[in-house]
């Protein structure tokens, strides 16, 4: 089954626009990565959050990880045409264990 | 990029032939893994490795095997595809976690992807 869901399931905005895609998990969790995949590609891995971090940024992409809540999100801002892909977050219990992912919410950004 | 390698990238191929995906990473990599995606869906895993002469099945049921004789190299086997065997396949792979680093955990790096049609 799913450890994580990823909410909304597609998301249709303007470029220049935020984009904000949430992640709910059902177990504790020692870390939490996202990945963004294009159409028909592998997955890329963009950022990984522990599970002692509140909040971490890279470029463009903002994440948070509330465990009290067991809820994750990630902030695109200033989005542009190429972030148009699909977006799965991933979750560990453990370090080193297997990731587990979500369906994904698939991003579209209109020029 | 991404220095892991699957071949053929597309792949058609009729009922009861047997087909062998390629996976193959140059990062020296412990850990591999396949994963089977329906378009536009949440990812399976149907195999993994964690070294050389380990493999295990995955969450997924499914009919392929998987073999695992050096580091580098991990390919997907199915004895006899069918229809339902039609979806993409997506391997991955990430490095072990030593001791001593009990939080410390690595992104999974894909290839990208072969997709399957069986006729």
């Known amino acids: 089954s799913q450890q994580g869901e990823e909410d909304p399931q597609a998301l249709s905005i303007q470029e220049g626009e935020n984009a904000t895609m949430n992640c709910s998990y059902k177990t504790s969790i020692n870390n939490l990565q996202w990945y963004r995949q294009n159409s028909g590609r592998g997955l890329v891995h963009l950022i990984l959050?522990?599970?002692?971090?509140r909040e971490k940024h890279s470029g463009r992409l903002r994440v948070t990880l509330d465990t009290s809540k067991k809820s994750s999100s990630l902030l695109i801002t200033a989005s542009r045409a190429a972030d148009t892909a699909s977006y799965f977050c991933a979750t560990a219990p453990n370090a080193g264990n297997m990731l587990t992912f979500g369906g994904g919410t698939r991003l579209m950004v209109k020029p | 990029e991404a220095d892991i390698y699957q071949t053929p990238r597309y792949l058609v191929i009729g009922t009861g032939k047997k087909i062998t995906l390629e996976c193959s990473q140059t990062m020296g990599h412990d850990k591999m893994y396949w994963y089977q995606q329906d378009p536009g869906m949440e990812l399976h895993l149907i195999h993994y490795?964690?070294?050389?002469?380990?493999?295990e099945k995955g969450d997924l049921s499914s009919e392929s095997t998987v073999s695992r004789i050096r580091t580098e190299h991990f390919p997907l086997t199915l004895e006899s595809a069918r229809p339902s065997h039609t979806s993409q396949y997506l391997c991955a792979s990430s490095p072990r976690t030593l001791p001593g680093q009990g939080t410390t955990n690595y992104g999974y790096t894909f290839g990208s992807g072969t997709r399957l049609t069986v006729v």
């Open positions: 490795s964690y070294g050389v002469n380990s493999t």
């Open positions: 959050i522990r599970s002692n971090e």
